[in-house]
């Protein structure tokens, strides 16, 4: 009993000082890979890099002692990541106080979720996403993940489009207009140091040697060069005027809001007091703040583009100071640094006496040092019933993807395991990991793959690698400040590579080309539809649930007769001749509304086509169910094949339908002398009636090919 409360006490059976010490190493080894990875994928949700952290160190204790694999790496992941970025973005910007909340709050729902369906034991709900439609999904996902980082890698700054693939055309355009070499050189050496240690070395942890390695080079060239400087030294007056603009618009909006939210006040009072003039001018009010909110938006972009456009060089006064001046107004006597510089421009407005001006690359910055503070995440319903739909996604989601690697490393250790004890692992890991501002997580192929070479016996070694993890928090955040952008970027790129199975589309084609062609249309779709992610999984899923409706209410019915290994085949299938006097009709699948019609119209065709038709013989094996519907067809089936003077009867009735002949009267109307154990055995008892020449030459008795 308290093992099935507690699994984790199933890891001191038979323990011992030499596995603890081989667990340690695996849990050590998978921190040295999770601390850099964890950052990575907080910035693909949209967070500060150092909330991968969080996110990192208490959540894999969580998830190990409570779930069912000893060897399950949990963690921030690729795909969850990128999830929580689509669920979130259109309701606030990309690494605000507001954003963080929600993600937050997000992997609270995920978490009870995924709890919910392990309590309940309902951990078969993940069946709901077939195999074609992850596939489609998951490959589609790591395109969208990859391109997501290249304005990273080339050090650009855009503003992202509706879809995806505006965005990317965004990145590309502004990649030729302007790239930041140092930073696509650091991207790329990270690169080739993972490439190369994976292939020559594959023990050494790659990705933490890539951002060692890039770290110091960083930090030694001086890699992020900002300056903090007034206006006025920006010599150039057409910036100067863009940036007044730019502020302008930006300090409306937050006007403009406000009178949309005494509006929509107004409304709910218009509402109470059943003032139909009063709603009407408050909708009227609410649409135009909405309209001019979304002209200032539009406004703000353009002037944040055209601000990034500019590109200056800094010029050295007599007195050491900088003043920058536009490429295009540089005169050659004049003595420049030899940098590039950018003004860093967001979603706030500039403050004209501190404008940040850029001259190099982008690091992770300052990671708050110590471990983030308890907190229960703040509910708003309104929130909370937009993020149900997401939530749902998500859970289901990133379960299927910690149960599959579960399965793959519980296929090579032999380990048992339990799906509904995994769901509570998750589970609680997201919600108690919510109390510590950690987002969405899942469990890891790659690091578990890791832990598993490592040769991890337990979840101990999860706990070994939160314990790094926490150590990393309290003393080492310093170190991760010249750690470049790029870096985490190709560390992303690089690691999604292993998502894109192209022959998952080839194996799903060549089981069934409906299967197939799911995939690559959910793949298709998440592609166009990105960043709207769950777009693409909830039209694979609808495609997958009318396929399956379609097959249902169109089963297999076939006409059998003797193939030459004695057995009975479906006739058409194998070429084989039918009988002429007795039908052996075989349905597969159950009986049931939608296809009860569809067994009379497919006898009623045999009967009009067999003109020396006496005997049908419905072969009942395939049928595992029967509701209401499908009784009363077999009712009236046997009714008008008896009254055309045709008799019929039933082989192989299994249990739980002869449960509903009995309860119907069903069985009394066919006479249970017309029910048969086997179809063998009515062929025998019905050969008989309807053959009066003895020698005629019969397909049930006798291998007949067509001709």
Known sequence: MLAKFFPFLCWFKDYSLVRFRIDAIAGLTVALVLIPQSMAYAQLA??????????AFLPPILASLFGSSNQLAT??????????????????????????????????????????????????????????VVNGFTNAAAIVIATSQLSKLFGVYVDKAHHHYGTIIHV???????????????????????????????????????????????????????????????????????????????????LIAEQRSKALKTLDQAKMSHDTIGILDAEHDINVAAIKIKRMKHEIHIYR???????????????????????????GDEQADGRTWRIKVGNKPLKTEALLMMGGGCVVGVVPKGLPSFSVPRFDMKIVLQFIPFALIISLLGFMEAISIAKAMAAKTGQRLDPNQELIGQGLANILGSFTRSYPISGSFSRSAVNLQAGAHTGMSAVITSLTVVITLLFFTPLLYHLPQSVLAAVIMLAVFGLVNISGFIHAWKAQWYDGAISIISFI???????????????????SLLVYLYKGMRPTIASLARHKDESLRDAMFHGLQECEHIAVVRFDGPLFFANASYIEDKIMERMLNMKKLKHILIVSNGINDIDASGEEALSLLVERVRAAGIDISFSGVNESVMVVFKRTHLLEKIGTDHIYSNKEDAIGAVHEQTHQDGNELCPLKTVCHLT
């Open 46 to 55: 949209g967070l500060p890099a150092y909330y991968g952290l969080y996110a």
């Open 75 to 132: 963690g921030p992941v690729a795909v969850v990541s990128l999830m929580t970025a689509a669920s979130l973005e259109p309701l606030a910007t990309a690494g605000s106080e507001g954003y963080i909340a929600y993600a937050i709050l997000l992997a609270l729902m995920v978490g009870i979720f995924q709890l919910s369906l392990g309590v309940l034991k309902l951990g078969l709900v993940v069946n709901l996403l077939s195999h074609p």
């Open 305 to 331: 583009e055209e601000i990034r456009g500019y590109l200056f060089t800094g010029i050295e006064d007599v007195d050491g100071a900088l003043s920058f001046r536009t490429k295009d107004k540089i005169s």
């Open 172 to 254: 590309v355009q502004a990649a030729f207009y302007y790239t930041h070499w140092p930073t696509l050189f650091l991207g790329a050496l990270a690169f080739g140091i993972m490439c190369i240690l994976r292939r020559i070395a594959p023990r050494i942890p790659n990705v933490l040697v890539a951002v060692v390695v890039t770290t110091l080079i960083s930090w030694a060239v001086g890699f992020e060069h900002n300056t903090t400087v007034d206006i006025s030294v920006i010599e150039s007056s057409k910036p100067r005027e863009v940036i007044s603009k730019f502020n302008e618009a930006v300090n409306i909006i937050p």
């Open 525 to 543: 779709a998440t592609l166009v539809l990105a960043p709207h992610l769950e777009k693409g999984i909830e039209i694979g899923v609808v495609l």
